[in-house]
């Protein structure tokens, strides 16, 4: 089952629970889960080029907004898969799906989504999404984002 969903998904980050993770109640804390989100998001902009983009234009992603939704508690020992993809491309943002596996209970453990704007940072002002930066997601997306422009 978990082969299938994570298929969709190019950038895949296997990650080790600590146990500075767990909280009073036994499970790890909800914030970590965000955490694991930001760390998957990141590998994705680095995997795109984005830094090299952003060096080059000024222009570069700000987190606009973020939901989460928790589906089962972790705790430690273990390791989860952080894995995201973009699910939409609009002129100045895009959409990202971030997702939880956890291996042991071969289930999600948590799923969410983020919108990304961009901003250019010289300026201090919403900018396109850079025509280059666009490309990579393109190329790299196993399933085609939806493009709104």
């Known amino acids: 089952m978990g082969s299938e969903i994570l ?3 190019p950038v895949q980050l296997e990650i080790p629970i600590a146990w500075g993770e767990m909280d009073a109640f036994q499970h790890v804390n909800n914030l970590v889960y965000l955490r694991w989100f930001e760390s998957a998001r990141m ?3 680095g995997n795109c080029e984005y830094l090299d983009v952003m060096k080059e234009s000024s222009i570069g992603p700000i987190l606009r907004d973020s939901r989460i939704r928790y589906r089962i508690p972790l705790t ?3 390791n989860v898969i952080s894995a995201t993809r973009i699910t939409r ?3 100045d943002r895009f959409t990202m799906e971030h997702l939880v596996w956890s291996p042991e209970h071969n289930a999600v453990a948590a799923e969410g ?3 990304v704007v961009c901003v250019d ?3 201090n002002c919403k ?3 850079p025509q280059r930066y666009r490309d990579l ?3 790299m997306e196993p399933i085609q984002p939806e493009i709104f422009d």
């Open 7 to 9: 298929e969709r998904f």
């Open 43 to 45: 590998a994705y902009f």
């Open 76 to 78: 430690f020992p273990g």
């Open 89 to 91: 491309l609009e002129e």
């Open 113 to 115: 989504d983020a919108v």
């Open 121 to 123: 940072y010289e300026k």
């Open 127 to 129: 900018a396109a999404v």
């Open 137 to 139: 997601i393109l190329e």
